[in-house]
């Protein structure tokens, strides 16, 4: 079967070149790492599918074995009661095409073991979602083997899954695998530090999935993915529970995607959730563990103004490292609400991306990180460390905040104050601003205002042995 795609093409080229920035090749027998091209993308008209069970606009074509239930409904517009398995490579047991689709799928199991070759044109993954509607009730999909995702929605498909079960374990990796960039690529792209072969769910192309109250589960990389963006990619996830277990990250929010997890539980190997450049996620009253960081942000795009955006309303995030990782990216990050606790004492820490195929800003100015705190009480360390990129927080709505800043510009209302642990250097626009710090004892706040009105320097003392020593004032024209 022949399926043309041609807008999922111009993606699959975009997800190619990021692959081609994001990625390294590595020779086998050799340590050291070489940048290598990605091949052609294929496009999905080019691409011959092999499905059991296929819906396309108002035809029905079953080619497989399907075990039916007493109470089986089976047509172009019904699928229930009945489950399909698979053992054979690059199989999708169920494939829906057509843009007039409009299936529903109720009580249904998916089993496949078979694998895939190629999880950006989905061979192998247990339900492919192309086109048209499909909404999936009470059902369960399980795969098992390299690069078989369980679910995946593209092109300008909606997905919708209500009370179901999702489950990737990936597999064994061929004696003679090759790590490569792009098509038959079977692992993660090496700079993220993560392991695995399988992807539970992926949303591409221009792809709309919504999820209600359904679980994930993955043996690594990852559970919810977006890739291949077209740019209006769209991702949703309610009142339902993730588990990554081994290695990987919880979501992943591409370029040009948006993912949204509302009322939902994560826990995660690695990464709650990974933001590559100009993509949003927002984590809404939800809770989430994670190995290492609650979120990565970084940007291997090669475009220096492009900024990611995340939002985190209400909810508990715990990470045993550090809570908020910004990798020589521009981040928009909003916390409203919410708890954030970091295993190693950073809250925030933006840094230069040991990757070397990161977004380079050759000495222009970038519009950095903004980091506004609104109605929350957090603990942990910001650190700026990144020296191609300004830091900026914002303490608002009755937040406070225990812990140092480093290379922080900040500003901090009325209502708010930072209390510092430990001997910080910041700027602040606002000469107000200094009665709103408060230092711990024999802690010292290094503060320069940034203002173009003359001032004199001094040293303002507080109690138990700490001040705030105010720098002469520098022109906001030369800030950073």
Known sequence: MLFSESGFSRSLAAAALSLALATTAFNSTAQEAMPGPPPAMPSIKDTQYQSILHID????????????????????????HLSVSNSEADVNPVL?????????????????????SNDFLAKGAGLLAAEGIVSIYDSSIETSGVISSALVS???????????????????????????????MKEPPAPLGITGTARTHLTMSNARSY?????????GWGALSTDASGGEAYLEVNDSTVNVNNSGYGAYA?????????????????YTGVIAGAAEMQLNASTSSSGENVMMIHSVMGNPMEQGKLIIEG??????????????????????????????????Q???????????????????????????????????????????VSLKAGSSLHGAMQ??????????????????????????????????????????????????????????????????????????
């Open 57 to 80: 606009n108002d035809r029905l074509t079953v080619t497989g074995r399907i075990n039916k239930g007493n109470d089986t409904s089976l047509s172009q517009s019904t699928v229930s």
């Open 96 to 116: 829906v095409t057509g843009v007039k689709s409009n299936v529903t799928i109720r009580d249904m199991n998916i089993s496949s073991d078979g694998g895939g």
């Open 154 to 184: 593209a092109e300008r498909a909606t997905l919708k899954a209500f009370n179901s079960h999702f489950v990737s374990h990936g597999g064994k990796l061929p004696d003679d695998y090759v790590p490569v960039i792009g098509p038959g």
């Open 211 to 219: 999820f209600y109250n359904c679980t994930f589960e993955a043996d």
């Open 254 to 270: 591409d370029f040009g995607a948006r993912v949204v997890i509302n009322s939902s539980e994560l826990h995660s190997a690695t």
């Open 315 to 348: 909810g508990k995030h715990v990470s045993q490292g550090t809570a908020l990782l910004i990798k020589s990216a521009n981040a928009d990050i909003t916390l409203t609400g919410t708890e954030i606790i970091a295993g190693n004492g950073r809250l925030i």
């Open 350 to 392: 933006a840094k230069i991306n040991d990757d070397p195929h990161r977004t380079r800003t050759a000495g222009k100015p970038v519009p950095g990180s903004a980091v506004t705190i609104s109605a929350s009480q957090l603990s942990g360390n910001i650190i700026n460390e990144d020296s191609e990129r300004s830091l900026a």
């Open 407 to 480: 290379n922080v510009t900040l500003s901090v209302n009325e209502d708010s104050l930072w209390h510092a642990t430990e001997d910080s250097t910041v700027v602040i626009t606002d000469p107000a601003v200094l009665d709103r710090i408060a230092p711990q004892p024999g802690v010292k706040v290094m503060a320069t205002v940034q203002s173009d009105l003359p001032s004199v320097p001094r040293i303002i003392r507080k109690e138990n042995n700490s001040e705030i020593i105010v720098a002469a004032a520098t022109s906001t024209k030369g800030i950073f």
